[in-house]
């Protein structure tokens, strides 16, 4: 995306079903798991670059053993980082210790890192938050093997506060108010109260103390854990843990917001945010790698076998569409073929914008995501043209010279790399208030690749904030004297904030808004921004379920295309010879090119949960009060 917009996390479960002796001698080493979470992360770096987090669990190991780790970083590097440190460790002591070598009992012993449940997580930092305090997993401790808890997640929750006030109802006195403090608390909660009943229970069959443990682990019903835990739970999430024992879970929301894979075998169950990682890491077809179902579980017993439960009753799947437009990796089967529909699909606008004249226009992409849209859009153009053609040579029937052959076949796309990304520069680029310093060089041109006087038309993923294409895309495409430039988003428009772990959180902040609030004043409609704003305010104390989105009313007077001209007009850089026009996707489209992940809230206002009506309404108010702060 030209605009930086950051997307939260990236979670990978692995469970080894085998001892560690079996991946030795099968595979010549008993880090097995360990190299796989590697690849596992970095396949899924994409989903986060400020923070990276591994932990591991060593099964049926002896009291006064290790058998937690965990490592952790926000280094400019992290995943390399923490595998650094944990190779270091590795080799430090094999080094000291050569007898462990061959010795897989030794290495699980003694070496940590090494066991058979492992976690590992990768994160933006969000709203100037990137300590390594921030960093998952987070771990909740006890002496009690079970009530040990690991946790990491893909999520936001829209009511972080009421999830707050009832631990503190429960007695508890959390230490933060973040969502991954107070959801992991929930669950320990209830984890902590099943192992106490369990407990009484156990003693009442004369069992003793130490006897009692184990039988425990073998009782536990995590899915119950989880249906107690996550009875309040509004936001969007795939959130996995791991219990000290040995038990794992992953739990995706009730609507699908947040995505969860799984693949399992006899060697290995693993979890992760994105099917292609668990595809090419474990070398698996496409068929093999499942969908979580939403509301539901995997649930990883100690004993390694594992089941799918259904925590919450599913609604209506709402998975994210900017998973597939930009943020899951687009070598995804599925993902692919709709990225390419997405550049499609938006052709017919922008041959309107041409005046179907593409002879003289010349197509290309803001790289990098944006590159598989670009296909289908240039395919389209293609198939256009083959129709043209073919009317063309129909027409001049038997008559038709060699000469009028070879020049309307002649005519095809005019297909150049316009815009060249300078990747050294994007690390710097991560806060707001030094991005416009720099913003401006993080684009080159290809000098040559326009004729004076062409249309240029240049397709992105999304159009945000607007910020980039002003202070540097368009004024450096303009240096190559086109006489139109057209700016393509394979997205619709941004109009709301999101509130389930996307980094989009203040209206202000989106071009589109910007947009309807400058056709408002021009309109002289003012006073529908200040009746909103009233309706807001009335609805601060209402439950969340009786919250009505109202700002949806900000924009029912206008147009999408009134709102995209208007863009343009903002977008235009004093100075600039060439006319500016901005195309976006439309929402019918959007979810022609991708049926399954109909969650569109930030481009419709539609949220799936009740929690985002409230965040929506409290960004308004924010935004009218001028509170430059967030609404969750």
């Not at 184990?214 to 219990?243: C, H, W």
């Not at 002649?410 to 991560?430: G, N, Q, S, Y």
């Not at 509130?499 to 959180?505: E, K, L, V, W």
Request: aromatic share 10%; net charge neutral.
């Amino acid at each position: 995306m030209s605009d930086a917009i950051k997307h939260e996390c990236g979670i990978s479960v692995i469970r080894l079903l085998k001892p560690l002796e079996y991946y030795k001698e099968k595979y010549g080493t008993a880090f097995y798991g360990v190299n796989k979470m590697y690849l596992m992360m970095e396949k899924q770096h994409n989903r986060g670059q400020d923070g990276a987090g591994f932990a591991s669990i060593k099964l049926d190991v002896k009291a006064g053993e290790r058998y937690m780790s965990r490592v952790r970083s926000c280094q400019q590097q992290p995943i390399q980082d923490i595998f650094a440190q944990i190779n270091d460790r590795i080799n430090n002591e094999l080094k000291e210790h050569p007898e462990y070598e061959d010795d897989v009992a030794l290495q699980k012993k003694y070496i940590p890192y090494i066991g058979e449940l492992l976690l590992g997580h990768v994160r933006y930092g969000t709203f100037g938050k990137n300590s390594i305090e921030s960093v998952h997993p987070f771990i909740r401790q006890n002496n009690w093997m079970h009530r040990n808890l690991i946790v990491a997640g893909n999520f936001n929750m829209t009511n972080v506060h009421e999830l707050f006030d009832n631990l503190i109802q429960l007695g508890q006195h959390p230490k933060e108010m973040a969502d991954t403090v107070t959801v992991m608390e929930k669950i320990g909660h209830f984890l902590d109260d099943a192992v106490a009943k369990l407990y009484k229970q156990i003693k009442k069959e004369g069992y003793t103390k130490q006897q009692a443990s184990p039988i425990i682990a073998e009782r536990l019903k995590v899915y119950k854990i989880l249906r107690r835990a996550a009875k309040n739970f509004d936001g969007g999430y795939a959130m996995a843990g791991l219990l000290g024992h040995g038990d794992a879970f992953v739990l995706r929301d009730p609507s699908g917001i947040r995505p969860a894979y799984y693949y399992k075998d006899d060697e290995v169950v693993v979890v992760a945010s994105e099917r292609p990682a668990i595809q090419t890491v474990f070398n698996v077809p496409y068929e093999e790698v499942k969908e979580l179902d939403p509301g539901a579980a995997i649930i990883i017993k100690k004993n390694g076998t594992s089941s799918i439960k259904q925590i919450l009753e599913p609604k209506e799947r709402k998975a994210c569409s900017f998973e597939r437009i930009y943020f899951s990796r687009g070598s995804d089967k599925e993902i692919y073929q709709e990225r390419k529909a997405l550049g499609k699909l938006v052709f017919p606008q922008i041959l309107e914008a041409i005046d179907e004249d593409i002879k003289n226009t010349v197509f290309s992409y803001i790289p990098n995501t944006a590159e598989t849209s670009f296909y289908g859009m240039v395919k389209e153009a293609q198939n256009y043209l083959n129709k043209k053609k073919e009317e063309q040579i129909l027409e001049l029937g038997p008559k038709i010279t060699g000469e009028q052959l070879h020049e309307i076949l002649e005519v095809r796309p005019r297909i150049e790399k316009v815009a060249i990304k300078d990747a050294k520069l994007r690390t710097f680029i991560t806060q707001d208030s030094s991005r416009d310093d720099l913003v401006a060089h993080v684009y080159d041109i290809s000098y040559g690749s326009v004729n004076k006087g062409d249309n240029l038309v240049i397709i992105d993923d999304s159009i945000v904030r607007g910020t980039t294409l002003k202070k540097s895309i368009l004024r450096i495409l303009d240096r190559l004297s086109p006489k139109k430039i057209v700016v393509v988003s394979s997205a619709p428009q941004i109009r709301y904030p999101d509130c389930y772990g996307i980094d989009m959180a203040k209206l202000e902040d989106f071009i589109a808004f910007k947009a309807a609030l400058a056709l408002h004043e021009d309109h002289n409609s003012m006073h529908i921004v200040e009746e909103i704003y009233k309706k807001c305010l009335t609805q601060v104390q209402s439950k969340d379920k009786d919250v009505v989105n109202y700002v949806k009313d900000f924009y029912a007077p206008f147009s999408a295309k009134q709102i995209s001209k208007k863009i343009g007009e903002l977008l235009s850089p004093d100075g600039i010879n060439a006319e500016v026009t901005i195309i976006y996707q439309t929402i019918s489209s959007l979810h022609k090119a991708c049926p399954k992940n109909l969650g569109d809230w930030y481009f419709t206002g539609n949220y799936p949960t009740p929690g985002g009506n409230r965040v929506v309404n409290r960004a308004f108010i924010n935004f009218y009060e001028g509170n430059n702060e967030r609404a969750y």
